[in-house]
């Protein structure tokens, strides 16, 4: 089993916008192969910095999606509501 953490920086005004596109995401991810759980958190100190805590069975489940035209597709809608690239960390027992 392993973790993903996605970690995103939303530009300023774009926090409506970008939580119904992270829930899309989200369910559409729950219906990839490997697909065990997920949440969204949202930075205390920072509103604008938003995690993704995503767990897959194996790192070939997370690579699946993480490539699959699903996800591409939702991140085109999520990318020009970001500050910057998201930043993503694959983290196992």
Known sequence: MIRVLIERHIADGLAEHYE???RNTLQLAMQAH?????ESLKN???PNHRVVMA???TIQDWQRWHLSEERKQIMEAIMPM???EEK???LEH
Do not use: D, P, W, Y
């Open 88 to 90: 993503i960390t694959i």
């Open 55 to 57: 767990t897959f069975r």
């Open 34 to 38: 490997g697909f065990i759980s997920g």
């Open 44 to 46: 205390v100190n920072s």
């Open 20 to 22: 119904k596109a992270a």
């Open 82 to 84: 970001l500050e910057a």
